[in-house]
Every structure is written in C-alpha cells, then in structure tokens.
C-alpha cells in the first residue's frame, strides 16, 4: 500500500458496495471523514469492515500499449 491508495470499508454489508471511502496515508493510517460534517482525521487503516484497497491509476498508466 502507498500513499494515496484508496480504501474501502462496507459498514452495512447487506447493502450493495461499499459505504465508506478513505486515503491511504500509508501502510498503518488514512485520512478519513467519520461522516457528514465531522472533522476529517488521520484514523488507524484497520477496521473490522474494511472491504478493501485500490490504487488509481493515471489515463497514461491505464493505457493499453
């Protein structure tokens, strides 16, 4: 994981998709928003809903060759 990835936490596992969406600060931490409103923090990475992790990709990296 490298700064700037984003993670993925679902929350409400019957509902489709994930619910909540944070970036990667680095392999332990990620700036998130609790929710609407809130003070976004720096929060520890784990949770017991994290669905997942994705680095973006640039339209130059994304491009077959």
């Known amino acids: ?16 998709g994930p619910e909540h969406v944070a970036l990667a600060v680095d392999g332990e931490r990620v700036v998130a928003a609790p929710s609407t409103g809130e003070v976004v923090r720096v929060a ?18 994304g491009t077959a060759r």
């Not at 520890?44 to 990296?61: I, S, Y």
Request: glycine share 6%; net charge positive; proline share 21%.
């Open 1 to 16: 994981m490298r700064p700037g990835d984003l993670v993925f936490y679902d929350s409400k596992p019957k509902r489709p």
């Open 44 to 61: 520890p990475l784990e949770r017991p809903d994290l669905l997942g992790v994705v680095r973006p990709v640039t339209p130059a990296e």
